[in-house]
């Protein structure tokens, strides 16, 4: 790791109260929800989007306490964590585009779903979790894949006893980080190991989203933290 790397990760991990700039890149239900809950938290939030001045997106804005709007490149730049709530399958492309995020916290909730047919079909749509990926493309940042096993509703009004969230990555700083903010939102963690097993959480939604459309016996898949 680099010298800068490790300056700016110790500054990341001072403490779990301490208030961050966070880009959340993409302004949809997953974008609304974690921005809206980060900034609730005290967190600075700066909504990464193609068209800052948008009406959809301004309203966002308005709705969230001490956040601003920018390009989704610009909003990368001036924060210290970065939150991709895109569509999982351009997360590569806009990964790709945001500048150098050298020793940022990067919190992927996407996952690689193709859609067909009516009843709708799922596939997965890439040959590696997008998890890797995103830590391939920016391999002295701190990728933690997180909340994409919950829908959006649950990360703003979760449930008791609230949902597990599986955290996957590969600097323990960084998932011990994302697991107090994941705590501060009212939802719990638990650490499953390597940015590797991204792809296992990652293909389970595939699994218990073709159950819930198609699938003739129905069943439920939840993580429970072992003592």
Known sequence: ??????????????GATQAETIAVVG????????GTEFAALEHTVIYGSRNPESE?????????????AALPAEAAARADVIVLAVPGMVTESVVSGLGDLSG????DPTNPLIVEGDPPTFTYGTDRSLGEIVQEAHPDAFVVKA?????WQLMIDPPTPPPVIPLAGDNAEAKRQVAEWVRAMGL??????????ARATEYLIVMLLNNSF??????EVVFQRVE
Do not use: Q
């Open 188 to 197: 719990d963690s638990v650490d499953v190991g390597g940015i590797y097993h």
């Open 56 to 68: 959809k997106t301004r309203a966002l804005v308005d709705r969230t306490p001490n956040a601003t």
């Open 214 to 219: 198609t699938g003739s016996e129905k069943f």
């Open 147 to 151: 909340f994409n096993t919950i829908n």
């Open 1 to 14: 790791m680099r010298p800068r790397t490790c300056f700016l990760a110790a500054l990341l991990f001072v």
């Open 104 to 107: 940022k916290i990067i919190i």
């Open 27 to 34: 302004t949809g239900n997953v974008g609304m929800a974690l």
